[in-house]
T-cell receptor, first 113, second 114 residues
Framework: GESVGLHLPTLSVQEGDNSIINCAYS??????FIWYKQESGKGPQFIID?????DKRQGQRVTVLLNKTVKHLSLQIAATQPGDSAVYFCAENPPGGYQKVTFGTGTKLQVIP | DTAVSQTPKYLVTQMGNDKSIKCEQNLGHDTMYWYKQDSKKFLKIMFS???????INETVPNRFSPKSPDKAHLNLHINSLELGDSAVYFC?????????????FGDGTRLSIL
């Protein structure tokens, strides 16, 4: 498998617990935010998104919270399962279009059975 | 059917060689991208094309030349490969270039330079 960089933050959670992954974004003008999940050997996969006119959005077992005041994004995963083990990236899209998305550094989620 | 497919999945080659990576998407999207992911998992955009037209060109050496023969394909040609080019290269696509839509990624091409 791929090697994991020593600087990749890691979050370890027990199976069944809730997980919270945090992200600080850089551009206060960004108006669209996305969370991606990357499993080993795969490309990033879309999980959930949120626009800047919202502060919370829920999906199936996942919730994204947006705090524009402090430029903070979080992903909450309910009842974490072994299949949730992956690297999670937040991404921000600045205004003006052209999808010049900037990705965060990523957080590795390890689920302990 | 794979939505965004890249070939080859693995590419091992000598320094100084020229190589190409191909990408195809069957989602009917207008916009395609190339990203580079380094060993620390950092993802950085390299290029973006909308309907065969280049719209994003980040600070990438001109040894890298993207080509889009049609909106479903975006290939990446790399000349005179260097050790620092070793990385995983991801192709992605999205619907529209000027709207907030998630991107769909391929599974990457792992390029190793010897």
């Amino acid at each position: 498998g791929e090697s994991v960089g020593l600087h990749l933050p890691t979050l370890s959670v027990q199976e069944g617990d809730n997980s919270i992954i945090n992200c600080a974004y850089s551009n206060s003008a960004s108006d669209y935010f996305i969370w991606y999940k990357q499993e080993s050997g795969k490309g990033p996969q879309f999980i959930i998104d949120i626009r800047s006119n919202m502060d919370k959005r829920q999906g199936q077992r996942v919730t994204v919270l947006l705090n524009k005041t402090v430029k903070h994004l979080s992903l909450q995963i309910a009842a974490t399962q072994p299949g949730d083990s992956a690297v999670y990236f937040c991404a921000e899209n600045p205004p003006g279009g052209y999808q010049k998305v900037t990705f965060g550094t990523g957080t590795k989620l390890q689920v302990i059975p | 059917d794979t939505a965004v497919s890249q070939t080859p999945k693995y590419l091992v080659t000598q320094m100084g060689n020229d190589k190409s990576i191909k990408c195809e998407q069957n989602l009917g999207h207008d916009t395609m991208y190339w990203y580079k992911q380094d060993s620390k998992k950092f993802l950085k955009i390299m290029f973006s094309y909308n309907n065969k037209e280049l719209i994003i060109n980040e600070t990438v050496p001109n040894r890298f030349s993207p080509k889009s023969p049609d909106k479903a394909h975006l290939n990446l040609h790399i000349n005179s490969l260097e050790l620092g080019d070793s990385a995983v290269y991801f192709c992605a696509s999205s619907q529209g270039s000027n709207s907030n839509q998630p991107q769909h990624f391929g599974d990457g091409t792992r390029l190793s330079i010897l």
